[in-house]
């Protein structure tokens, strides 16, 4: 494959089972609930009422969220354009930490799912369909968390070593990844950009998990062996054959000559103008060949470079605050979605019933209607519209009750 990235020639998705994010727009899913028509007229407008509390409760909730994540983060932004206040949080441990924590119960309620340790050195151990070398140092950071959703499996058929060869590449592909870092204090070590104790946060889009390294900021390309051969062999061939034809004589009239000064033998060498002229053109050719098998090293390896920056240009959704506000619309419209489905089907159904059986009734409806295969978070979901007094619970069985007052909604 060239340098570049090369356009996959075939490519097949399926969605992994088991993921708990609702692939719709809030507008777009209830539009899809109420073309069931599983509810009367009167069943509708209670829906509709209800529909209108839950949106609201959460407004309020993700509201005042909003600025108590801002205020957490303020210190530790590289991007705030706003000077500190002398008593405020520091860029310590304890501060970094309670910002991580908070993200972390964010990502969770927008549906977003963690990346382990082991699934990232899983990750990083992958060929990357990239076709260059990627290479990090974990030690400029001290707090790293990696954060994804929508995953999907894929397949395709990409060319290798320009086109005369094809592999099928299996990887796993996020629709979204959030990465989260803090970079460390590594004394003379520590690169001019980073700033000990300040927080990174980026969103990307359209990751696939072998290609996780290109996300990190101190991301150095290297040279694959199959570029070096592509590099090194070639140059190896000519090298040897402007040491036989420019090199020889030189090489011959500075051996003799040396054997003289050593002893080795007694006639005289005379080495006259023409001799330095041809001494000098023979290493002239020699260091115009080095000189070009270097540039041509450097200049594949700015290639890379720049096919890298082209394809972050296009995955990069947002940086730091802009991650947090997205993220925080992201959970809002989650915890949204999981109450209305939860209240449309708990209220269709007419009567009362196990969560477990509601959960079954509603990932059987995204499956078969919407050909979306996802883990429903039923009692999540339930315990939401508990706290809104939209659905009680008795002896395992749960039922509706979208008409109770509902003015002074619970406390999320």
């Known amino acids: 494959m060239s340098s570049e990235r090369a356009a996959p020639e075939e490519s097949s998705i399926a969605p992994l089972t088991g993921l708990r994010f609702i ?3 809030r507008s777009d899913l209830l539009k899809m609930l109420r073309a069931e028509d599983g509810l009367d007229d009167e069943q509708a407008r209670d829906f509709d009422d209800a529909v209108g509390l839950i949106e609201r409760a959460f407004r309020d909730e993700f509201h005042l969220s909003r600025q108590q994540l801002k205020d957490c983060y303020a210190d530790l932004d590289p991007d705030a354009d706003t000077r500190r206040f002398p008593g405020g949080s520091s860029l310590g441990d304890e ?49 790293v968390l990696l954060y994804c959703r929508g995953a999907s499996e894929r397949v395709e058929t990409v060319p290798l070593f320009f086109g005369l060869i094809k592999r099928r590449a299996h990887f796993v592909n996020y629709d ?16 001019g950009d980073y700033t000990p104790g300040r927080v990174m946060i980026k969103l990307f889009q359209n990751v696939p998990d072998a290609d996780l390294e290109m996300l990190f900021p101190n991301t ?66 020699l260091g115009a060949y080095l000189w070009k098998q270097w540039s041509s090293y450097r200049n594949r390896k700015m290639r890379f470079r720049q096919a890298l920056t082209r394809d972050l240009y296009f995955k990069l959704l947002d940086n730091n605050g802009g991650v947090l506000l997205r993220v925080l619309d992201d959970a809002e419209d989650s915890e949204c979605k999981e109450a209305f489905v939860a209240l449309y089907f708990l209220m269709a159904e007419n009567r009362a019933i196990t969560d477990e059986d509601l ?54």
């Open 23 to 25: 692939p719709f727009r």
């Open 95 to 143: 501060t970094t930490e309670a910002l991580r924590q908070r993200l972390e119960t964010l990502l969770n309620r927008a549906n977003y799912e963690v990346l382990t340790d082991a699934q990232l050195k899983k990750a990083f151990r992958s060929s990357s369909l990239f076709q260059i070398r990627l290479r990090i140092d974990m030690k400029d950071f001290d707090n």
């Open 176 to 191: 979204r990844v959030v990465l989260f870092l803090r970079f460390a204090d590594r004394g003379a070590k520590t690169d």
């Open 220 to 285: 150095r390309v290297a040279m694959r062996w199959s570029d070096r051969l592509l590099i090194g062999v070639p140059a190896l061939a000519s090298g040897v054959i402007v040491a036989t034809t420019k090199l020889g004589a030189p090489l011959i009239l500075l051996g003799t000559l040396g054997g003289f000064w050593l002893g080795l033998h007694s006639e005289p060498v005379v080495l006259d103008k023409r001799g330095l002229i041809m001494i000098g053109a023979g290493f002239g050719a």
């Open 359 to 412: 959960d079954g009734v509603i990932e059987a409806w995204f499956t078969a209607r919407w050909q979306a295969r996802l883990d429903f978070e039923i009692d999540d979901a339930l315990q939401k519209l508990q706290r809104l007094g939209l659905a009680v619970e008795q002896e395992g069985l749960w039922h509706a009750t979208p008409r109770v007052p509902a003015a002074s909604a619970a406390s999320l």
